[in-house]
Antibody, heavy 121, light 108 residues
Framework: EVQLLESGGDLIQPGGSLRLSCVASGFTFKNYALSWIRQAPGKGLEWVSG????????YYADSVRGRFTISRDNSNNTVYLQMNSLSAEDTAVYYC??????????????WGQGTLVAVSS | SYVLTQPPSVSVAPGETATIPCGGD??????VHWYQQRPGQAPVLIIY???DRPSGIPERFSGSNSGNTATLTISWVEAGDEADYYC???????????FGSGTKVTVL
């Protein structure tokens, strides 16, 4: 059974930094791309960032590019999201999701339960 | 950026059919995926590549995609289908994913 367990969410002041972690199990971690997807309170889903399985290609939404950094540790089955220069607009539940692809197009076949990041003074 | 447009809400009586559109420029040329999110829970994949269902997803859920609109159809709606539904596409050129704004399905 695939499991994704996020951690690291916290209440943080504007301008601060935070690192989220997502520990995966139940699949061959290094073979899969992963993404972070967030959901602000009462709002919809927003894709934030993704990282390839073996090539370590990284990708970012315009809203976070230059402030967030995604990385992975295949030896520990963990993906990270380093978040800098946080603002109130970054307040959200952050989900880690496993990426699947059978050709053109990708989708998210497994999700964690999320971790809450609240940015407030 | 690629914009996906969904109606904020859809209401349907039990046993009837709910139709949820997802509009996008030439979306018929892209693969569309759908997620269900019940209150307080993480999203769950219910349709991938326009019309495929993961194992465990009832046949009552189906999808289609053509032109400028993809559609999620829920047949014989049940009270347990009350949730938010999101469409999603992937831009292969930029490696970015985009979600629709979400549709809240209310079972009357």
């Amino acid at each position: 059974e695939v499991q994704l367990l996020e951690s690291g969410g916290d209440l943080i002041q504007p301008g601060g930094s935070l690192r989220l972690s997502c520990v995966a199990s139940g699949f061959t971690f290094k073979n899969y791309a992963l993404s972070w997807i967030r959901q602000a309170p009462g709002k919809g889903l927003e894709w934030v960032s993704g990282i390839s399985g073996t090539t370590d290609g990284t990708y970012y939404a315009d809203s976070v590019r230059g402030r967030f950094t995604i990385s992975r540790d295949n030896s520990n089955n963990t993906v990270y999201l380093q978040m800098n220069s946080l603002s109130a607009e970054d307040t959200a539940v952050y989900y880690c999701a496993k990426v699947r692809s059978h050709g053109v197009g990708r989708y998210f076949d497994s999700w964690g339960q999320g971790t809450l990041v609240a940015v407030s003074s | 950026s690629y914009v996906l447009t969904q109606p904020p809400s859809v209401s349907v009586a039990p046993g009837e059919t709910a139709t949820i559109p997802c509009g996008g420029d030439n979306i018929g040329t892209k693969s569309v995926h759908w997620y269900q999110q019940r209150p307080g829970q993480a999203p769950v994949l219910i349709i991938y590549y326009d019309d495929d269902r993961p194992s465990g997803i009832p046949e009552r859920f189906s999808g289609s995609n053509s032109g400028n609109t993809a559609t999620l159809t829920i047949s014989w709606v049940e009270a347990g289908d009350e949730a938010d539904y999101y469409c999603q596409v992937w831009d292969g050129n930029t490696h970015l994913a985009f979600f629709g704004s979400g549709t809240k399905v209310t079972v009357l």
